[in-house]
């Protein structure tokens, strides 16, 4: 996952939006979202190399994604899976500060990322990289490859449109949503980050839907929660850059 723009408890009817994109190698082999069979509640597309996540939801309302922080120096071999993260979170008794506190106590078992955990009450950041823990305050906010709102011309696009977006409906559509997704401009080479890739690949990796030759853009996910416990979950997934299915699901929270 390389781009979630998100509002928290910043719209009258739903506490939270999610608009986000997940980056990954074409190769990489990927189960579309579903509820797990080893895990029931829990609602998420699969990484079946390492069995991982990077955005997932519970029946009960939980939820929690992730980003990978973007430096070439980071990777190292023997550290475990971060898609793993997720799957703690969602699967076992945690309230969202206890889970990120522990995850700062054990922040260099994995290379760099970001996460963002929450129930219909509370949301927390983690970056194990800068070790920076956070409450997210209600408002609309971006994270990509760096850290929460770190103003990369993407996470700033996407904070925009949705903005533009949600302060205008009352009633929020998906699909006005994945449009916001679907921007493929490149940003100019004045605006980009310095992440230590090459010029070119930092322009690729610029927009908020990405195509490269083996990289690029396989999922986008629209994850709505209204007031009355509503959830709205559609997956798009796509291939080589094209649309290749969609997975929708609908349920209210239940009681935990």
Not at 8 to 36: G, M, V
Not at 60 to 73: E, I, M, S, Y
Not at 173 to 182: C, D, G, P, Q, V
Request: proline share 5%.
């Amino acid at each position: 996952m390389c781009l979630i723009n998100f509002t928290w408890k910043a719209h009258e009817k739903y506490p939270l939006i999610i608009a986000a994109n997940r980056d990954e190698f074409y190769e990489r082999p990927t189960a579309p979202a579903h509820f797990w069979e080893d895990a029931p509640d829990l609602l998420a597309g699969r990484d079946l190399l390492q069995k991982g996540t990077w955005l997932g939801i519970t029946k009960q309302g939980k939820f929690v994604a992730l980003t990978n922080f973007r430096d070439p120096q980071q990777i190292a071999p023997g550290k475990a899976s971060r898609g793993t993260i997720i799957k703690q979170f969602l699967t076992e008794d945690w309230d969202p500060l206890a889970f990120v506190e522990a995850l700062q106590e054990h922040r260099d078992d994995y290379t760099g990322y970001n996460v963002i955990a929450g129930t219909l009450d509370e949301m927390y950041h983690y970056n194990n990289v800068h070790d920076e823990l956070n409450e997210v305050n209600p408002g609309i906010h971006g994270l990509s490859n760096d850290s929460l709102n770190t103003p990369w011309p993407k996470v700033v696009k996407g904070k925009q449109a949705l903005s533009a977006y949600t302060t205008q409906h009352s009633e929020i559509k998906t699909e006005a949503l994945f449009r916001i997704l679907s921007h493929t401009e490149q940003a100019p080479d004045e605006a980009l980050p310095s992440t230590g890739v090459d010029l070119n690949f930092e322009r690729q990796l610029s927009p908020l839907f990405i195509h490269t030759g083996n990289y690029g853009t396989r999922a986008s996910t629209v994850l709505l929660i209204d007031n009355q416990g509503k959830v709205t979950f559609v997956e798009r997934r796509f291939d080589q850059g094209a649309f290749a299915g969609e997975q929708s699901f609908s349920f209210e929270v239940a009681d935990n």
